[in-house]
């Protein structure tokens, strides 16, 4: 293959999606690790009960705008996508500031609050949550634009310095809590100022901002964020669940838990790369009426996934205690940790088709719809979560769990679904195998006519 060929492939949207994705979740197991050898379990639990609650409070934001302005930012001309962007702003703006409006009023509850870890939540949320603004508009119309070399970017620039200030601090002293808390902050306002001077936030757009356009996006992102919140809140709420069910032993259980769910980005850095190159391409195709179109990007992309993703799991499987030691240590192994892990990988593979299921719906415009399936699996997933734990007194009761949390979702959303669209369940299975014998004909075509 010749060089222009090879910065050809490079420059592909999937692989650049891909390797953003992937790059991100390795430098944030990479600096999981780092912080699990270098603090006390104490504060290594609060920094992942922090994550949990911020990334459920930030949902709203991002339930609310992000997947409407894929919808009709993408495709759109200039003048059209001109005027989303600036009402997006305009929201973004009005629900950052509602919500750190709310947060300053719950600082005045702190001394009545006998809680450690939400007591942190509500002194470092707001600022923090004011410094990702920027760049959380700037990946969202990176992504619809589909300029995935500009997201990669981001992504390494997020968390790289991150991990960066991290490494200085523990050069000079050791770590604790509010450090991390801080850094954290620094680095969020870093890669803000970043995509503010790259020009990516594109914040002048914000004149152009029009009351229709204000309008349409709320109507649809009501459905969207509630969707959003409760599939956020269906992860975070096993933390929740062990923190409050296993009293004393919370902290610890959530590092245990978290562990493996770190792991699991072994799953979610291919799923969320093929989910976000095939939503603007099935928007576009549901835009243009082509319901067949939406079917067979959906079946294409999730099935392959599938099919693509079983030897990874079987490896998972067989490799999970040494996955965790990696991670975390010696003192991890053969812990609840490692068995967790091996719950979650023996059904991980057909995630992409909950996933699939759910965005679709999204995209044909039943975001209701996505938001009651959501619902449906929050409640599955609660409820068996404390069944589990009684049954097993551990959290391999909670890893459990997610399997019928999982089913529920895929039978609820294939239901509704199929109203809507001409498609089985067996269908994402033959275009995958499909598409991957198209993959492989062509290499080995290509290899042939190099020879």
């Known amino acids: 293959m010749n060089l222009q060929g090879i910065i050809s492939k490079l420059k592909n949207k999937h692989f650049l999606s891909l390797v953003g994705n992937g790059s991100m979740s390795v430098l944030?197991?990479?600096?999981?690790?780092?912080?699990?050898?270098?603090?006390t379990s104490g504060d290594i639990g609060y920094w992942f009960f922090f994550q949990t609650v911020f990334s459920l409070i930030d949902t709203f934001r991002v339930g609310f705008l992000q997947t409407a302005m894929i919808k009709f930012y993408s495709g759109a001309e200039r003048e059209k996508a001109d005027a989303v962007l600036g009402s997006v702003w305009y929201l973004s703006l009005l629900i950052t500031g509602v919500l750190i409006i709310l947060n300053i009023l719950a600082a005045f509850a702190i001394p009545f609050i006998d809680n450690f870890g939400m007591e942190t939540v509500i002194k470092w949320f707001g600022i923090t949550f004011l410094f990702t603004l920027p760049s959380s508009v700037a990946a969202w119309t990176l992504q619809s634009d589909q300029r995935f070399d500009s997201l990669l970017l981001i992504r390494v620039v997020s968390q790289g310095a991150f991990i960066i200030m991290i490494l200085v601090t523990i050069f000079f002293t050791s770590l604790d809590l509010d450090l991390v808390l801080l850094i954290n902050a620094i680095s969020s306002?870093?890669?803000?100022?970043?995509?503010?001077?790259?020009?990516?936030?594109?914040?002048?757009?914000?004149?152009?901002?029009?009351?229709?356009?204000?309008?349409?996006?709320?109507?649809?992102?009501?459905?969207?964020?509630?969707?959003?919140?409760?599939?956020?809140?269906?992860?975070?709420?096993?933390?929740?669940?062990?923190?409050?069910?296993?009293?004393?032993?919370?902290?610890?259980?959530?590092?245990?838990?978290?562990?493996?769910?770190?792991?699991?980005?072994?799953?979610?850095?291919?799923?969320?790369?093929?989910?976000?190159?095939?939503?603007?391409?099935?928007?576009?195709?549901?835009?243009?009426?082509?319901?067949?179109?939406?079917?067979?990007?959906?079946?294409k992309y999730a099935g392959t996934l599938i099919l693509a993703l079983f030897p990874v799991s079987v490896a998972a499987i067989i490799l999970a205690d040494v996955a965790i030691v990696i991670l975390?240590?010696?003192?991890?192994?053969?812990?609840?940790?490692?068995?967790?892990?091996?719950?979650?990988?023996?059904?991980?593979?057909?995630?992409?088709?909950d996933?699939?299921?759910?965005?679709?719906?999204?995209?044909?415009?039943?975001?209701?719809?996505?938001?009651?399936?959501?619902?449906?699996?929050?409640?599955?997933?609660?409820?068996?979560?404390?069944?589990?734990?009684?049954?097993?007194?551990?959290?391999?009761?909670?890893?459990?769990?997610?399997?019928?949390?999982?089913?529920?979702?895929?039978?609820?959303?294939?239901?509704?679904?199929?109203?809507?669209?001409?498609?089985?369940?067996?269908?994402?299975?033959?275009?995958?195998?499909?598409?991957?014998?198209?993959?492989?004909?062509?290499?080995?075509?290509?290899?042939k006519t190099a020879k």
């Open 355 to 447: 996933r699939f299921l759910g965005i679709t719906l999204d995209i044909i415009h039943q975001p209701r719809i996505n938001f009651y399936k959501v619902l449906v699996m929050l409640g599955i997933n609660v409820l068996f979560d404390f069944i589990g734990i009684h049954l097993f007194g551990n959290i391999n009761g909670v890893a459990l769990a997610t399997l019928f949390t999982f089913l529920s979702g895929v039978f609820f959303g294939y239901y509704w679904l199929k109203k809507y669209l001409d498609f089985t369940l067996i269908g994402f299975f033959t275009a995958g195998f499909t598409e991957i014998k198209a993959m492989i004909q062509e290499y080995l075509l290509k290899n």
């Open 189 to 299: 306002v870093t890669v803000s100022l970043f995509c503010v001077y790259q020009g990516w936030t594109r914040m002048r757009t914000f004149s152009k901002r029009t009351k229709e356009w204000i309008l349409e996006l709320f109507h649809f992102g009501k459905y969207s964020v509630g969707t959003n919140i409760s599939t956020n809140l269906l992860r975070s709420s096993d933390t929740f669940v062990i923190m409050f069910v296993l009293g004393t032993a919370g902290p610890a259980a959530i590092t245990m838990y978290t562990m493996p769910m770190r792991l699991m980005e072994v799953i979610e850095i291919p799923l969320r790369s093929f989910l976000s190159t095939a939503m603007p391409s099935m928007s576009a195709a549901f835009n243009r009426g082509n319901k067949e179109e939406v079917v067979g990007i959906m079946q």
């Open 328 to 353: 975390g240590g010696n003192q991890y192994s053969g812990s609840l940790a490692v068995s967790t892990y091996r719950i979650f990988m023996s059904f991980a593979m057909f995630y992409p088709l």
């Open 28 to 39: 944030a197991m990479v600096t999981v690790g780092i912080l699990l050898r270098n603090m």
